[in-house]
């Protein structure tokens, strides 16, 4: 009898049991599918720039997910590491994850954001300096950096794309780091803020750069890039009567832009920032 009763008992038992997972699967979301680097790279739209002087400059942009007439929207201008470097026009949106790393963050879908990522031939460099230097006088601008700020001048200007050019935000990483700093070094009154992760630039340009909201990202076990170069410009900023933001991951060697991009704060103040 006790056999008996007790299988009986265990019928409902697994039933319940069986509801509630039932119920569960039903009101549980759907994992979110990953998305295929196609899938990812599907808005960027591949284009060249044909210099008026001299050389071609391979770049990608994207537009917000949704514009309407009459509206001006930000933009993005990213740089990228010596990873990215090439001439598939694909590598400077892969390199480092950074592609997955703007789609999380919602730029053209939460943000409303263009996005304007060039890339450097193999064996050039945004800023053509050693990174190896722990200090560095800006050079003569290279060719990818020069022809990045003609195609970008052009993206801008063309009325369709409906770009504010009060809310043009720069970020790098690595080399785009120094090329980040290289940027708003030529063009401190253009962008409305910078992101530059482990880079560097010229100490001398405190003065200039106070203005600019800034907020700069390095790893303290950093050997690739010292973080020392970030350190010394935003002392260098500080000193002239800046106010930048600075972040310096403990424990974190070359790869800081995962903090960066992970930070929703960053994102935050990123987008909060607008040119006086």
């Known amino acids: 009898m006790n056999r008996f009763f007790?299988?009986?008992?265990?019928?409902?038992?697994?039933?319940?049991?069986?509801?509630?997972?039932?119920?569960?699967?039903?009101?549980?979301?759907?994992?979110?599918?990953?998305?295929?680097?196609?899938?990812?790279?599907?808005?960027?739209?591949?284009?060249?720039?044909?210099?008026?002087?001299?050389?071609?400059?391979?770049?990608?942009h994207s537009s917000p997910s949704k514009m309407e007439k009459g509206t001006k929207y930000p933009l993005l201008v990213f740089f990228h590491?010596?990873?990215?470097?090439?001439?598939?026009?694909?590598?400077?949106l892969v390199d480092a994850g950074g592609i997955g790393a703007f789609d999380k963050a919602g730029l053209m879908s939460k943000r409303g954001s263009h996005v304007f990522a060039?890339?450097?031939?193999?064996?050039?460099?945004?800023?053509?300096?050693?990174?190896?230097?722990?200090?560095?006088?800006?050079p003569k601008v290279s060719d990818s950096m020069r022809m990045a700020f003609e195609a970008l001048d052009a993206y801008v200007a063309d009325k369709k794309n409906?770009?504010?050019?009060?809310?043009?935000?720069?970020?790098?990483?690595?080399?785009?780091?120094?090329?980040t700093w290289d940027a708003i070094q030529r063009r401190p009154d253009f962008f409305a803020a910078a992101v530059p992760i482990c880079g560097g630039g010229d100490k001398s340009f405190g003065e200039k750069l106070k203005g600019l909201p800034v907020w700069a990202w390095h790893g303290d076990k950093d050997r690739v890039i010292k973080p020392s170069r970030s350190r010394d410009m935003i002392e260098a900023i500080k000193k002239a009567g800046g106010n930048p933001k600075y972040s310096e991951i403990k424990g974190r060697g070359h790869n800081s832009w995962t903090d960066a991009w992970n930070s929703k704060e960053m994102w935050e103040w990123l987008y909060s920032q607008k040119r006086k």
């Open 6 to 60: 007790t299988h009986n008992h265990s019928i409902p038992c697994q039933m319940k049991s069986l509801s509630a997972l039932a119920i569960i699967l039903f009101i549980a979301p759907p994992i979110a599918k990953a998305k295929s680097m196609q899938e990812l790279m599907s808005p960027y739209v591949a284009a060249t720039w044909k210099s008026p002087t001299q050389g071609t400059f391979l770049y990608r």
């Open 118 to 138: 060039g890339q450097v031939p193999k064996g050039e460099r945004w800023v053509d300096v050693h990174w190896s230097l722990l200090g560095h006088k800006m």
């Open 162 to 179: 409906q770009v504010d050019p009060n809310r043009i935000y720069v970020m790098g990483l690595s080399m785009g780091g120094y090329g």
């Open 81 to 92: 590491g010596a990873g990215g470097r090439g001439n598939d026009n694909k590598g400077q």
